[in-house]
């Protein structure tokens, strides 16, 4: 059995539990190896408040630092509810659901890169708001209740090779002044039209880095805006 780590530690102490989330401070780096499970304490009592670091809620990976995720194909980082007993043992009540936990979230310099995991049952699974990079390739995100991956810190954000499946909101949402990548990642039961389209571009574009992306399911909108900074092709979308 792969005991689970779990983020969150709720004892009912009031408003200002410190165990709200767990942040990754400036200038500290943060590594999680294949193969782990990390469980995000679900919304409640004294959790539904602010984690100390101001960035982020009940069951936080909060990063002002820097967040390496980087799994393998044969051993995948699992993120996900800690009601969600299918991995790491009976951590939770085994029924979980969208927004159990907040997700991950970054501020200020903070870094995430994240590759070969699945974000599950999150708030929303990743929300780069700091200026640092942002890399998220051959992930799959399922069950969300806000959204994927939303970045509008990080000047050039890659967001590549990954599923999003009933994402509840924008698979992908970027807003951001440099370049971004993001290209053959795949939706599916995106939601309704006003939960907003699957996807979501605004910066300096250049098509060929908006390549190979597809939606089923729902609503198949890719929005673009800002600037295009690069000659080519918008390709059809399927």
């Known amino acids: 059995l792969n005991v689970p780590w779990q983020v969150g530690l709720f004892t009912g102490a009031g408003p200002d539990d410190s165990g709200a989330c767990l942040d990754i401070p400036a200038k500290i780096t943060l590594t999680i190896s294949p193969g782990a499970i990390v469980k995000g304490e679900s919304g409640g009592g004294s959790g539904t408040t602010a984690c100390p670091s101001g960035n982020?809620?009940?069951g936080a990976l909060t990063v002002e630092g820097t967040l390496s995720a980087v799994g393998t194909a044969a051993s995948p980082i699992i993120l996900?509810?800690?009601?969600d007993n299918s991995v790491g043992g009976k951590t939770g009540s085994g029924s979980p659901a969208a927004g159990d936990w907040t997700g991950i979230t970054s501020a200020q310099g903070g870094s995430?890169?994240?590759e070969h995991a699945s974000i599950d049952y999150a708030l929303q699974a990743v929300n780069a708001a700091g200026t640092g990079g942002l890399t998220v390739a051959n992930d799959s995100f399922s069950t969300e209740s806000s959204g994927g991956v939303t970045a509008n810190g990080p000047a050039a954000p890659v967001i590549e090779s990954s599923t999003f499946a009933s994402p509840g909101g924008e698979a992908v949402?970027?807003?951001?002044?440099?370049t971004p990548t993001v290209q053959g990642n795949s939706v599916t039961s995106p939601g309704?039209?006003?939960?907003?389209p699957a996807f979501a571009v605004d910066g300096a574009i250049n098509p060929a880095l908006l390549t190979g992306n597809t939606v089923s399911g729902g609503p198949s909108t890719f929005q673009l805006a800002g600037q295009v900074t690069t000659s080519g092709t918008l390709p059809p979308l399927n």
């Open 56 to 58: 982020g809620n009940y």
């Open 173 to 178: 949402a970027v807003f951001v002044t440099g």
């Open 112 to 114: 995430i890169d994240i």
């Open 192 to 196: 309704p039209a006003a939960a907003g």
């Open 80 to 83: 996900t509810s800690v009601n």
